[in-house]
């Protein structure tokens, strides 16, 4: 605990300013997103007010299991505004978390052929890059099943999850600079993806615990040094839980909701 604690001590904050603008550029970013779902089963919310519904929802997000409670809350504030049918609410909130998932494994497969020390273990990084290539046909097929109507959005819900993960990679790759990394950066970004995928999972409250047990088996097979990837896990909690906290101070009142639902 006292090298974690030494390495955010002497941490560049300058860079961390710079990490927390592209972790809400990739929030941010998740609004249009969310907006191209609500499209799907026609809802029609102005950006703004998304960007407001979605931080909201972050901001619940940080003290129920695995952010269903964001996505309970979002539910529940455009079911009582627009009385769309709490089936199709959910799918696409469902969807939403699918096709984040979808894009965080592609990342990940593609960024872990290109770690040196998977190299030793034989597997060509082609392989991997070929199986990072099929994960979102067959999510396409998958949701031709679920929500066929969602098909005709597909690609531009895909780039725009791939672009969300990209944001959060920058801004992973700042905060990990700024605890003084210098090399290898591909393996501790590598298990971010995966622990991002972990903190989706409803078990842990805000992802706590969830990241920091991923990094810790992580070193076992990987080059990474355990003090910096927890100290690298716990200041990512912290700009995820201000950005959240922000949240709180929007309104997404029945007035400007209803007004919304109006234009």
Do not use: H
């Amino acid at each position: 605990m006292d090298q974690i604690a030494a390495l955010i001590n002497d941490i560049r904050f300058s860079l961390l300013l710079i990490a927390l603008l592209f972790f809400n550029f990739s929030q941010i970013t998740s609004a249009f997103r969310f907006r191209t779902y609500l499209t799907v089963i026609d809802i029609k919310l102005p950006l703004w007010d998304t960007t407001k519904l979605y931080y909201l929802g972050m901001f619940y997000n940080l003290f129920l299991p695995g952010g269903i409670g964001g996505d309970g809350y979002k539910i529940w504030i455009l079911k009582k505004e627009f009385s769309k049918s709490w089936k199709s609410l959910v799918l696409i909130s469902f969807l939403e978390r699918l096709n984040g998932v979808a894009a965080l494994i592609t990342l990940a497969i593609a960024i872990f052929s290109f770690i040196p020390a998977v190299k030793i273990w034989g597997t060509p990084p082609f392989a991997y890059l070929l199986l990072a290539i099929i994960i979102f046909p067959g999510l396409y097929l998958l949701m031709r099943i679920m929500l066929k109507k969602y098909t005709q959005y597909f690609i531009t819900i895909t780039l725009q999850s791939l672009l969300i993960q990209a944001l959060q990679l920058i801004c992973a790759y700042f905060i990990l600079v700024a605890l003084g990394l210098e090399s290898n950066f591909m393996s501790y970004l590598f298990l971010f993806l995966i622990s991002s995928v972990a903190a989706v999972i409803p078990v842990t409250v805000g992802g706590i615990g969830a990241r920091e047990m991923v990094f810790i088996y992580g070193s076992t097979f990987l080059p990474v040094d355990t003090n910096l990837a927890v100290g690298f896990s716990l200041v990512f909690f912290l700009i995820t839980a201000t950005s959240s906290f922000s949240g709180i101070f929007f309104d997404t009142s029945k007035e400007t909701m209803v007004t919304s639902r109006q234009s």
